[in-house]
């Protein structure tokens, strides 16, 4: 059954009420309620059209966080062949917020790398919520130095609220996890491409985004704090979060923009959650454009181009 968001209760009384009516046509084989049910649909349908035509910041962060979008596992599942995870930091211990590993993308061997946040309160809790720890970052480090030293592109998917700000993890050297994540990123001599597939928050995407290019899901986020933590500050009250949502200009359509990424991936009319399979195969194809672009560039013109593109950030769309 959907989950529907606050913003979409219209759509979820009319999409009940034709369910309900089909599942007793189904039992009577009425065929006026059939026809009833295929009206509401009708009317669904235009509904869902109009929610979805301009989206709100605030909105777009509800959908971008739906709890049935498709997860870093089940892009790995569908998109790779040969997967073999690879765990651990060789230093503390297996983050499980991070999932990475060795693959084959279009018979093409490549690391890939993500944040996991899981699907139901069992895996949520292992994959904490997707917010990685130091050894989070560091394992990515290790993974991202294997596949330099073997010549693999890096294929990297985000999804996270943040890094974890527990005292074990600020204990463990958070922020310089982060940092050398990020630094490794800025040295590696392969393709790196980064995917935002639903949140990206703060430096803990950062770490994983600091890419050759960089592409959003059209109702994805990606920002330097939650407009919750960003109105908390600011208005010491987490419910203007709709205005701070606003003011962060954290929607896939400002940052293409503003030059933080260079490319959109149309979702489903919905969002992710209503098809999986149009949203994974989407993604796919511009991974494999992306990986098309990067494909004759030696190692010094990949880090190059990587550094340069971090250095222009800020040059776009300030005249708005």
Known sequence: MTQYMEFEKPLAEIEGKAE????MARDSEDMDM???????????????KDLY??????RKCQVARHPERPHCQDYVK???????????????????????????????PVMVIGHEKGNDTKSRIERNFGMARPEGYRKATRLMDIANRFNLPVITLVDTAGAYPGKGA???????AIARTTEKCLQIGVPLISVIIGEGGSGGAVAFATANRVAMLEHSIYSVISPEGCASILWKDAEKMR???????LT??????????????PEPLGGAHRDWPATIEAVSSEIASML?????????????????RFLDLGSKGLAT
């Open 243 to 249: 205005e701070a949502a606003e003011a962060l200009r």
């Open 53 to 58: 035509k301009n989206l709100t910041p605030w």
């Open 20 to 23: 309900e009516l089909r599942a």
């Open 78 to 108: 569908a998109m790779f062949t040969d997967f073999t995870p690879l765990a651990g930091d060789r230093n503390f211990a297996d983050d499980h917020a991070v999932i990475g590993g060795l693959a084959r993308f279009n018979d093409q």
């Open 170 to 176: 600020e204990e463990r050297g958070q922020s310089e």
């Open 34 to 48: 059939t026809k009833e049910a295929a009206a509401l649909d009708a009317k669904a349908a235009v509904i869902l």
């Open 292 to 308: 098309k672009e990067l494909g004759g560039q030696d190692a010094k013109a990949l880090i190059k181009d990587r550094r340069q």
């Open 252 to 265: 896939a359509q400002d940052l293409k923009q503003l030059g933080v990424t260079d490319r959109i991936i």
